[in-house]
């Protein structure tokens, strides 16, 4: 079966589709449009190349130790370099450029789809996600370190972080780098602003619900109680069946069943060694007494069972 779809007059690229499936599946995640924030030097004929060509110069990523390596109290990992005011600006307008370029092909896409355009969205997409993920490894550090300064009751620091780690992600999509100051001051006021939600909506909790919630304690006990209702019976069956001898059972039995399972006055069941000693029996002997003398108690509850 080939890779490509064949059909005529597909509603995604055309007349002709030129997608494989799985292009099919990463073009249905392309959204209907695509914020952007407007940089005068995307109007360029040299962007693209700028960019994204033979001028663009690559930023080197400083090695991350992700999360949850990073303990929440203790010694600090060392501090990583950080980025340039000019490495940053450069990232951000490439990540906006790909936005604004994917955005511009989805509009033409919707008038008139075409399989090449198709093609080039992908390719625009997988750069937009690419740009983003940089931007976000990046500086995954102020995250990390506002959460250790920051200390809210009854919020776990994973709590924290994943709460950041969002405000991080929204507000790369919003800044702006014309406007002339560095990213962290930008995000750090929206990770700032992500903790307090989180420290409200845990304040509000805690005040609606004051107690934990322990699976244990809500669990029912009623097949426990059900379970000890059905022994409490059956143990007193047996003692009247014994008691009036109902199965027709031999002294040495009667007295194996009694001091094996405890339903003398002493309460508490003796082994097969023990109950040998008493009715001078070997324990292999007793274990065969024991078995007939149960088999014939069973067989009279049962019989009492049905007629009920």
Same mark, same amino acid.
């Given at each position: 079966? +080939?890779?490509? $779809?064949?059909?005529?007059?597909?509603?995604?690229?055309?007349?002709?589709?030129?997608?494989?499936?799985? &292009?099919?599946? #990463?073009?249905?995640?392309?959204?209907? +449009?695509?914020?952007?924030?407007?940089?005068?030097?995307?109007?360029?004929?040299?962007?693209?190349?700028?960019?994204?060509?033979?001028?663009?110069?690559?930023?080197?990523?400083?090695?991350?130790?992700?999360?949850?390596?990073?303990?929440?109290?203790?010694?600090?990992?060392?501090?990583?370099?950080?980025?340039?005011?000019?490495? @940053?600006? #450069?990232?951000?307008?490439?990540?906006?450029?790909?936005?604004?370029?994917?955005?511009?092909?989805?509009?033409? &896409?919707?008038?008139?789809?075409?399989?090449? #355009?198709?093609?080039?969205?992908?390719?625009?997409?997988?750069?937009?996600?690419?740009?983003? @993920?940089?931007?976000?490894?990046?500086?995954?550090?102020?995250?990390?370190?506002?959460?250790?300064? $920051?200390?809210?009751? %009854?919020?776990?620091?994973?709590?924290?972080?994943?709460?950041?780690?969002?405000?991080?992600?929204?507000?790369?999509?919003?800044?702006?780098? +014309?406007?002339?100051?560095?990213? =962290?001051?930008?995000?750090?006021?929206?990770?700032?602003?992500?903790?307090?939600?989180?420290?409200?909506?845990?304040?509000?909790?805690? =005040?609606?619900?004051?107690?934990?919630?322990?699976?244990?304690?809500? #669990?029912?006990?009623?097949?426990?109680?059900?379970?000890?209702? &059905?022994?409490?019976?059956?143990?007193?069956?047996?003692?009247?069946?014994? =008691?009036? %001898?109902?199965?027709?059972?031999?002294?040495?039995?009667?007295?194996?069943?009694?001091?094996?399972?405890?339903?003398?006055?002493?309460?508490?069941?003796?082994?097969?060694? @023990?109950?040998?000693?008493?009715?001078?029996? $070997?324990?292999?002997?007793?274990?065969?007494?024991?078995?007939?003398?149960?088999?014939?108690?069973? &067989?009279?509850?049962?019989?009492?069972?049905?007629?009920?």
């Amino acid at each position: 079966m +080939s890779n490509t $779809t064949e059909k005529s007059g597909c509603d995604i690229c055309g007349k002709r589709c030129r997608l494989t499936r799985k &292009q099919h599946e #990463r073009y249905m995640k392309i959204p209907k +449009s695509i914020d952007s924030v407007w940089h005068p030097c995307f109007d360029g004929h040299d962007a693209r190349n700028r960019f994204f060509g033979t001028e663009s110069e690559d930023v080197r990523q400083p090695a991350w130790i992700m999360f949850p390596e990073i303990p929440e109290e203790g010694k600090a990992p060392p501090r990583r370099p950080s980025l340039s005011r000019e490495e @940053e600006a #450069r990232m951000f307008l490439r990540y906006n450029y790909a936005r604004h370029s994917l955005d511009e092909l989805i509009r033409k &896409q919707r008038k008139r789809p075409t399989g090449a #355009r198709a093609l080039e969205m992908l390719e625009w997409h997988a750069r937009v996600e690419e740009a983003r @993920e940089d931007l976000a490894a990046a500086n995954l550090s102020l995250v990390v370190a506002m959460a250790r300064r $920051t200390r809210i009751p %009854n919020v776990e620091f994973a709590d924290l972080i994943s709460e950041g780690n969002m405000a991080l992600l929204r507000a790369i999509e919003k800044f702006d780098v +014309s406007r002339g100051y560095k990213f =962290s001051t930008y995000a750090c006021r929206a990770i700032l602003k992500a903790f307090n939600r989180i420290a409200g909506k845990t304040g509000r909790y805690v =005040s609606r619900f004051g107690v934990s919630y322990d699976p244990d304690l809500e #669990r029912s006990d009623y097949d426990v109680r059900r379970h000890e209702m &059905q022994l409490a019976s059956a143990v007193e069956d047996l003692r009247e069946t014994i =008691s009036r %001898n109902s199965a027709g059972l031999s002294p040495v039995e009667r007295t194996v069943v009694t001091e094996r399972f405890g339903l003398n006055e002493r309460g508490r069941g003796r082994t097969l060694a @023990e109950v040998g000693r008493m009715v001078s029996l $070997t324990s292999e002997r007793v274990r065969q007494v024991q078995k007939a003398a149960l088999a014939k108690i069973r &067989q009279v509850l049962n019989e009492r069972s049905a007629a009920v």
